[in-house]
């Protein structure tokens, strides 16, 4: 044995804090298994790419996955055998009733207003139904209707509607009665059951100046009419104002009423061009008939003049003068420039010449012009003129064949319809017929011809200019009555007329006292 301690060896010396316990076993933790687990899952290759190392295990591995999930797929696929559905309801009537006392329809339709309760033996019905005391209606005259048919379908009895209409007869001609007029109507209690009701009162514009009132001052007393005349100021209305970049949008919000926007433009264009004559800093200048009545209402008529400025110099004075109502220059001359009108709006689509016909195949001679155009649309005489032919001409169809002056003739075939006769005189712009494809025709479309001294001439070859003179005293009454309407202020008629005392008393409410009847002395 040596010195550091048997069997010769020698000895080590440990320090204290070299010395280890013994290793403890790790306590199990959940979260150390799912890390496992989840480590372990990532590793896996679930879905592996089968495009790629075919044949591998990895490659069968991931076939015998997509081949597994397919069949479970076709495994849980519905089936499309019909399936079977319950009967249909059978609905009766009584069923039907009760869902349409529940529906939300319009009663026009066969809806209801909610379920009726059947009748008990607790009901006793009424000896008779009540009536309103006093019945109160708009009733209104429509176009083509009469006067006495629109009293008795608001229930005026028959001696009631003659006593009516007699009595608004002498104040006015029924005929007079415009379409759209409407009547306050007042029906009081019926005399017995089964008897119409008496007139109470009746009240309407019969003109734009006259009002009537038809009533009873007492009860059981004849109907009697009290006409109200209103006051109306006939001042025409002048518009000015600078054209802009529309000019009817200029007129409109200078206060001209579109009508009288409407009329102007017709005019104008028949002198100037339109498009390209009027300038943005001109100045327009028109007059239109007007009347206010002192209750507000207020009523545009024709157009009496048109005027255009340029530089504050007049370039064009029209006036409306005469019986016919024509525009005259300021120089008293009436004149409408542009020459023709066109029969119809729309392009030309075969011109006068030599052409081959669409339906005979043929080269040959076309005498005129071919307008397209919609079946219906409206033809207008190109100027004044006087009917000499209209009814079937041949391959032309319903044609209408116009003599003018100058000896030159126009004809317009393959109408659908014609609007003239024989003889009669028509105007320039007036509807002689409508578009159609009567006789030789491919479709719709208007020909066209002109002849002078029964020879065919090329209608756009032809301009007219018609004039007429004004002299001596005439001309003298149309130039003082263009000065004078050139003094009207611009804007003077839009302003409220102004209502005198008489007018404001009748419009203070009737108090409730006053309409009670005087005591009788016993």
């Known amino acids: ?74 495994a849980f696929w519905p089936s499309f055998a019909p399936l079977e559905a319950a009967a249909p309801t059978q609905i009766d009537d009584a069923a039907r009733d009760e869902y349409r006392s529940q529906m939300i329809m319009p009663l026009a339709l066969g809806a209801d207003s909610g379920r009726h309760m059947g009748a008990t033996a607790l009901v006793a019905p009424l000896a008779s139904a009540p009536e309103r005391p006093r019945l109160e209606m708009v009733a209104t005259l429509a176009k083509g209707d009469s006067f006495e048919r629109m009293l008795r379908r608001a229930g005026v009895g028959r001696a009631d509607t003659v006593k009516v209409a007699e009595l608004v007869g002498g104040a006015i001609a029924l005929d007079d009665l415009k379409p759209g007029t409407k009547f306050d109507i007042a029906l009081g209690r019926r005399p017995a059951p089964g008897e119409p009701r008496p007139v109470e009162s009746i009240a309407f514009r019969a003109r734009f100046d006259l009002a009537l009132d038809i009533g009873r001052f007492d009860q059981g007393t004849e109907l009697s009419l009290t006409q109200k005349v209103i006051r109306v100021d006939e001042t025409p209305l002048r518009i000015r104002g600078v054209v802009g970049d529309s000019l009817y949008r200029s007129a409109r919000a200078a206060g001209a009423p579109a009508s009288a926007v409407q009329a102007y433009l017709k005019t104008l264009g028949q002198y100037v061009n339109l498009d390209r004559d009027v300038r943005s800093d001109d100045t327009f200048d028109f007059i239109v008939a007007h009347r206010r009545a002192a209750t507000g209402e207020r009523q545009a008529g024709q157009l009496l003049y048109a005027g255009l400025e340029r530089d504050e110099k007049p370039r064009v004075q029209l006036m409306r003068w005469g019986e016919d109502g024509e525009f005259y220059e300021a120089s008293g001359v009436g004149e409408q420039r542009g020459g023709l009108m ?45 009917v000499t032919g209209a009814g079937r001409m041949g391959g032309c169809g319903n044609a209408v064949r116009l003599r003018h002056g100058g000896g030159l003739d126009t004809r317009y075939c393959h109408m659908s319809r014609i609007a003239v006769r024989r003889g009669q005189d028509v105007r320039r712009g007036q509807v002689i017929g409508y578009v159609g494809s009567t006789g030789l025709s491919t479709g719709p479309h208007l020909h066209y011809e002109m002849y002078r001294g029964g020879r065919a001439i090329n209608p756009a070859s032809v301009t007219y200019v018609t004039r007429a003179q004004l002299a001596g005293a005439e001309l003298r009454r149309f130039k003082d009555t263009l000065g004078k309407m050139k003094t009207i202020e611009p804007g003077a008629a839009l302003a409220g007329l102004q209502q005198t005392a008489a007018e404001l008393a009748a419009q203070e409410p009737e108090r409730e006292i006053d309409k009670l009847s005087a005591p009788k002395n016993s």
Do not use: N
């Open 1 to 74: 044995m040596t010195e550091s301690g048997g069997f010769g060896r020698s000895a080590a010396a440990l320090a204290h804090d070299q010395i280890v316990s013994p290793a403890e076993s790790p306590s199990f933790s959940l979260r150390t298994v799912c890390e496992q687990f989840a480590g372990r899952l990532a590793a896996f290759d679930l879905v592996p790419d089968l495009g790629s190392d075919i044949g591998s295990k990895r490659w069968f591995r991931g076939f015998a996955t997509f081949f597994g999930l397919s069949a479970t797929a076709l």
């Open 342 to 386: 066109a029969p119809v709006p729309g392009r030309t689509t075969s011109r006068f010449g030599m052409r081959r016909h669409p339906i005979l195949g043929y080269r040959r001679m076309h005498a005129g012009l071919d307008f397209k155009a919609r079946h219906g649309t409206p033809i207008v005489a190109v100027t004044d003129g006087r």
